[in-house]
């Protein structure tokens, strides 16, 4: 037995270790990028020997080329059927913003299926190389308001491959009154372009497709940060009817664990229930406007006070997960950049995307119409 004993500690400490990463790796924004960058392609949909066309964004979700991606990007307006003529890029392994050099990785594709109302659609490379990065999706349950999110695509008078950054601000059930259309609001910019592409939280998971934005208002005031994406489920659920069975990443955000408290040195010790100051009784305003739905809000403050004193200090306090935050545990240094050669960049990078997005002012005109 004694014999035995050390190799069940090596054998336990090694089995630690190999599931360390799965439990507490994050990544940062560039990680994502590098790591599933390679994963989102470019999508360029048009007519038979038409020289321009729609142009969106997708994500590749199996190894055999499948692709996911809005509706809008491959559906033409006009005729009211798919584009005929659907091109796939893949991202090169480092961009040079030379459109001859970044657009060689090319490949044909036909759309499976389509769905306007989610505004989803199945692509399907045909012959596509081996080796390509699969995004697998989040669940969408485990993320909410005030976590971090990126998303990678093509931004109309922007660069290829381009990645934003942003939160989450909110979500809707049934958005716009469809069934089933379940989105999430966030500040992670999005333009025309983007359209299609993946929103990525930051274990490196698919929870939304890119897929609509919000800039003008009632007369005309502008909007900014408005942005939506359908969430994961929608997806996965849609692609589902049409035989692909897509499953969740496993690594969780939620739960009592260390690795939501990297930036505190150590968790903070609950205060005996003695100590917890009272809170002052909600108000319950029933009136109109702002307040209209605080009586709502007061009942359930109201349940929660009148709860037995004893109940409070019987249960364990759960941990409450704060929205994880790239920017509280990652500092990227800037770089220097003189003015003239910042702006000869910026200049370059907007021509050939100028080059890359020919003719989507015509197709927006086309759809607005």
Known sequence: MRRIQPIVAVAIFVGLLLQAPLTLARMTPREIYKNKGPGVVLIVAAKEGAGSGSAGTGSIIQKDGLIITNAHVVFDD??????????????????????????????PAEVLAHNEDLDLALLKMKNPPPGLTVISLGDPEDVGPGDETIAIGHPEQGGLWTITTGVIGTEFKDFKGITGKHVFQMETSLNRGNSGGPLFDSRGYQVGVNTAIARQG????????????????????????????????????????????????????????????????????????????????????????????????????????????????????????????????????????????????????????
Not at 260 to 279: F, I, R
Not at 291 to 297: D, E, F, K, P, R
Not at 307 to 319: D, G, L, V
Not at 322 to 345: A, D, G, N, V
Request: glycine share 4%; proline share 8%.
């Open 218 to 369: 009632e007369g005309g005031i502008a909007i900014t940060g408005v942005n939506f994406a359908l969430k994961a489920c929608v997806a996965k659920d849609w692609v589902a009817q049409h035989n692909v069975q897509l499953a969740y990443g496993t690594e969780k955000l939620e739960g009592d664990d260390t690795r939501l408290a990297s930036a505190d040195t150590k968790p903070k010790e609950p205060l005996p229930a003695a100590a917890v100051p009272a809170e002052p009784a909600p108000k319950i305003d029933t009136g109109s406007g702002a307040n209209a739905n605080s009586q709502t809000v007061s009942d359930k403050s109201r349940a929660l006070n009148q709860a037995p004193p004893q109940a409070a200090s019987a249960s364990k306090p759960q941990p409450v997960r704060k929205p994880y935050r790239f920017t509280e545990r990652y500092q990227t240094p800037e770089k220097s950049f003189t003015m003239k050669k910042l702006l000869t960049q910026v200049d370059r990078v907007q021509a050939n995307a100028k080059k890359a997005f020919t003719g989507l002012e015509k197709e927006e005109a086309k759809r607005r119409k």
């Open 78 to 107: 006009s005729t009211k059927k798919v584009f005929p003529v659907i091109h796939i890029f893949l991202k090169p392994e480092r961009l040079t913003g030379d459109m001859a050099k970044d657009l060689t990785k090319h490949y």
